[in-house]
């Protein structure tokens, strides 16, 4: 019997879905709102995420060391930053090295070059950067190296370290960091819970017309679990319908934004995004909107089943 | 089979609705109650079907006192009781089939036993070739035939009928009082709610009159005496 209950549901639904088809077309409607809110709170995370990884990937402290250095010296220099747990990667840049992309910068620039060739000799120093694995981190490299090789005093090897000229800039990209995570999050969470509140407000107007229906139900005998079950599959069907729809729609959306705000984002497109992540899309908005839909309905039909 | 013990309904409002009444219905009887407009008689139906609680005294079927009843044997009964109204109440986004094979599925009744009594039950008010249809493509009167369809599918023990003609006119009222009759004389109870004199004088069986929430004359063979 269970079986044929089942069944009976699922038909009813199917069948109260097609036959409402106003309310069923503006509840699928509010809910395709509601699920590009979402689509586009995944969007606003990615477009976020990878910006602020791009960011951190431009940030680096750069030890300039003495010329008189050798090699060895600074291998060691090099593997002593290396195993300090903040560090994420050490890029040694020889003073050969350095001075080519010293000449490659400026190669437009004669007088400079003639410059260098005067003095006969390499005038720079080798570089070590460092990249730390959060910005935030930066601080402790920076006591390590100032506790081991103080910069610029007698048998350093440390000439100077820019990380005081960078940690202004360090320090502002880690409250924008921590400001636009947190931010992010309660966007989020505002946008998702606003949507099931009009989600579940359009699903009760639509409960509110077949009210004298739930009432007939009742008073044929019919179980609770009988009577909510059609409008329970009705509303994971308005979530089923508006989230293919909007899997739909955002393909020529995200083709024609995607390309026009790379750019912006470095170079993210969304377009690409879109599609290289579409099963995981596929999933959230899917059942997103079958657990949006679902769960209103619940919600909204419980208010009248609450008497006898 | 059915007794109101001393029940009285105050609503929140201070209405008094019902006072005092005490009634019993035995099996197979055809009761009409009758009064005027607000005396009572829909709130007496509500009491029955557990839409509506008594403030005072208690209402029994058989004996189970049904407000003591959880949801389940509420369910249960409402499934003993076949109700019928004035307007219809039939569910507007089915058709006169799936109306009437709705109170079979809510009852637990078989695909192979809705297939076969159905089709039977559309026979018997006169609605076979309209099974198809929807409610808002009937007539009134063809509304009631399915109301009644749908009251009696599940043979129940008793039909309750809150002024089921009130809404017709003279000639589909005739129809449905000798549906009604037919129903009776297949030994199901019925309870008939009604202000209309001719359906009264028509039948010639138990009237009872009610004014201002209370029974003033129970005749076993009555008439409709304004």
């Known amino acids: ?308 | 089979m059915i007794y109101f013990d001393k029940v009285t309904k105050i609503y929140d409002d201070e209405t008094k609705a019902l006072e005092d009444i005490s009634l019993k219905v035995e099996p197979n009887e055809f009761i009409s109650i009758v009064g005027h407009s607000g005396a009572g008689k829909t709130t007496l139906i509500k009491m029955l079907l557990v839409e509506e609680s008594p403030s005072e005294g208690k209402v029994f079927y058989g004996s189970s006192d049904i407000h003591d009843m959880g949801r389940s044997d509420v369910n249960k009964l409402r499934r003993k009781i076949g109700t019928i109204f004035q307007d219809f109440r039939l569910l507007s986004h089915k058709n006169v089939y799936e109306n009437i094979a709705f109170a079979m599925e809510a009852a637990g009744k078989t695909d192979e036993e809705i297939e076969s009594d159905v089709p039977y039950v559309l026979e018997l008010v006169g609605l076979f070739d309209k099974a198809y249809s929807f409610p808002s493509e009937l007539s009134g009167g063809e509304k009631q035939r399915v109301a009644i369809a749908r009251a009696i599918v599940n043979q129940p023990d008793v039909i309750v009928a809150d002024e089921p003609t009130g809404n017709l006119d003279p000639a589909n009222t005739y129809e449905i009082i000798q549906i009604f009759k037919k129903i009776h004389e297949l030994g199901t109870t019925v309870i008939l709610t009604t202000h209309n004199k001719g359906v009264i004088d028509e039948l010639g069986k138990r009237v009872i009159t009610m004014e201002d929430g209370k029974i003033v004359r129970d005749d076993p063979t009555g008439r409709y005496e304004k």
């Open chain 1, 1 to 308: 019997m269970l079986w044929v209950n089942i069944k009976r549901i699922f038909r009813t639904g199917f069948v109260n879905f097609l036959r409402n088809g106003v309310v069923s077309l503006s509840a699928v409607l509010v809910m395709v709102v509601t699920l590009f809110i979402i689509s586009s709170v995944i969007f606003t995370g990615a477009l976020l995420d990878h910006t602020l990884e791009n960011l951190r990937e431009k940030v680096d402290v750069s030890v300039n060391i003495v010329t008189t250095a050798i090699e060895d010296e600074i291998l060691t220099l090099k593997a002593q930053v290396e195993n300090l747990p903040e560090v994420e990667s050490v890029k040694y840049i020889s003073a050969d090295l350095a001075l080519e992309q010293y000449k490659e910068r400026h190669k437009e620039d004669q007088k400079i070059l003639a410059a260098l060739d005067e003095l006969n000799g390499n005038p720079l120093g080798a570089a070590l950067n460092i990249k730390a694995k959060a910005p935030s981190q930066y601080e402790s490299i920076q006591v390590f190296l100032d506790q081991n090789y103080p910069a610029g005093e007698l048998g350093s090897i440390i000439e100077t370290v820019n990380y005081a000229r960078k940690q202004e800039a360090i320090e502002k990209l880690n409250l924008i960091i921590n400001a636009g995570e947190q931010f992010g999050i309660i966007v989020t969470v505002l946008f998702v819970i606003l949507s099931v509140v009009i989600t579940l407000n359009t699903i009760r107007l639509a409960m509110f017309i077949s009210k004298d229906e739930i009432r007939i139900m009742n008073l044929v005998g019919a179980d609770r679990s009988y009577i909510k079950g059609p409008f329970l599959v009705a509303g994971a069907l308005y979530g089923v319908v508006s989230s293919l729809l909007v899997l739909i729609l955002l393909y020529p959306v995200t083709f024609y934004i995607g390309p026009k705000i790379s750019t912006l984002f470095f170079d993210l497109n969304l377009f690409n995004y879109y599609l290289q992540n579409f099963g995981q899309m596929f999933l959230i908005i899917f059942f997103s909107g079958i657990f949006i839909g679902a769960f209103s309905s619940f919600i909204a039909i419980h208010q009248y089943l609450k008497k006898k």
